[in-house]
């Protein structure tokens, strides 16, 4: 066993004095020190040699790595492992090699600040992720914690509501908690007004739909009407009695050949899988993408192919195959 050489520690808008003492002794007792550009300006009295991250973060831990046998720190905002970079360092350096010293995160923040049961809320990120994949979240009462990717997203988060029907959800943006500069800014969505806000924000969102919206359901079968279609779909009723057979789960990998405008493989992925959309139409393809963005799983892949020749440019098995058409044609 190697050691511990690299100190994995959470701070937060207060820097160094809102530290543990022992997180603040292996910040002091570097002879590396990782951060964004704010962190490093928090310990700018710290004797160190500074590395600041690239934006590459894969070529930055490959960097970080080959300090092994020096003393390196690696600064990180809140909690290094709730969408921090914790889970990217430890594709390269075992955990046995570091120590670790989180901060609250921004989550507990919020909620502290709100009054609100954090394990009742969805804990989300838009920070190197598809904002639209919020929207997988938007039902009736729901509350939201998600962390702005840049400073326009309170704005963007905002316009997205009200176009899902959520207009009057009530959105409060929380920046920079815990430094002398903390503020927040509310409002409802549909009349949001500020186009920029400060990008360390935390944005809490009390769901609530307009008038005569129809929320979506989150078990598959949802209506026709909520696809964009030229009339190839799988109807309705059939889609979920096909979906609960194929049953499923949290990871699971679905190949929907033929997918059309995507309906299998989107509500496959608003159950919590994953899935690649195989469509040979262009045209279908750019209805299967815009689709993917309005219900919430901008994360599906989009394949041009022709089923069989295809699955061998595929990788991984496959927990379900959806066959849209076709089987009757030989081969």
């Known amino acids: 066993?190697?050691?511990?050489?690299?100190?994995?520690?959470?701070?937060?808008?207060?820097?160094?004095?809102?530290?543990?003492?022992?997180?603040?002794?292996?910040?002091e007792g570097a002879e590396i020190l990782v951060g964004g550009a704010r962190h490093l300006a928090f310990a700018?009295?710290?004797?160190?040699?500074?590395m600041a991250w690239?934006?590459?973060?894969?070529?930055d831990v490959i960097r970080i790595a080959g300090f092994r046998g020096k003393r390196v720190c690696v600064l990180a905002t809140g909690d290094p492992f709730w969408f921090g970079v914790g889970n990217a360092l430890l594709r390269r350096i075992p955990l046995d090699e570091m120590i670790v010293a989180p901060h609250p995160s921004a989550f507990a923040l919020a909620a502290a600040r709100l009054g609100w049961a954090i394990q009742d809320a969805a804990c989300l990120s838009a920070h190197g992720r598809k904002l639209e994949s919020t929207a997988l979240h938007f039902h009736p009462g729901a509350r939201l914690l998600i962390l702005a990717g840049d400073e326009t997203t309170p704005a963007r988060l905002a316009a997205l509501l009200a176009a899902q029907g959520f207009g009057p959800s009530r959105m409060t943006v929380l920046e920079r908690m815990g430094g002398a500069e903390e503020s927040r800014r509310v409002g409802a969505a549909e009349s949001w007004s500020h186009p920029a806000c400060h990008p360390l924000a935390t944005i809490a969102v009390e769901v609530a739909p307009?008038?005569?919206?129809?929320?979506?359901a989150s078990v598959p079968g949802l209506p026709e009407e909520a696809f964009e279609h030229d009339g190839q779909i799988t109807?309705?009723?059939?889609?979920?009695?096909?979906?609960a057979a194929l049953a499923p789960w949290p990871g699971a990998l679905l190949w929907d050949v033929g997918a059309g405008c995507g309906s299998v493989a989107i509500e496959w992925m608003r159950a919590g899988?994953?899935?690649?959309?195989?469509?040979?139409?262009?045209?279908?393809?750019?209805?299967?993408?815009?689709?993917?963005?309005?219900?919430?799983?901008?994360g599906?892949?989009?394949?041009?192919?022709?089923?069989p020749d295809v699955f061998a440019t595929l990788e991984g098995a496959p927990d379900a195959i959806f066959v849209g058409g076709g089987t009757s044609r030989a081969g």
């Open 300 to 307: 599906l892949d989009i394949l041009a192919g022709e089923a």
């Open 44 to 50: 700018f009295d710290v004797h160190a040699e500074p």
């Open 235 to 243: 109807g309705r009723e059939l889609r979920a009695a096909a979906l």
């Open 54 to 59: 690239s934006g590459n973060i894969a070529t």
């Open 210 to 216: 307009a008038p005569g919206a129809a929320p979506r």
């Open 1 to 27: 066993m190697t050691a511990p050489w690299l100190a994995l520690v959470g701070i937060g808008e207060d820097g160094l004095p809102g530290l543990a003492p022992a997180a603040r002794a292996l910040v």
């Open 273 to 298: 899988g994953v899935a690649v959309a195989i469509e040979r139409e262009g045209a279908r393809r750019d209805v299967i993408a815009r689709n993917a963005l309005a219900l919430g799983v901008p």
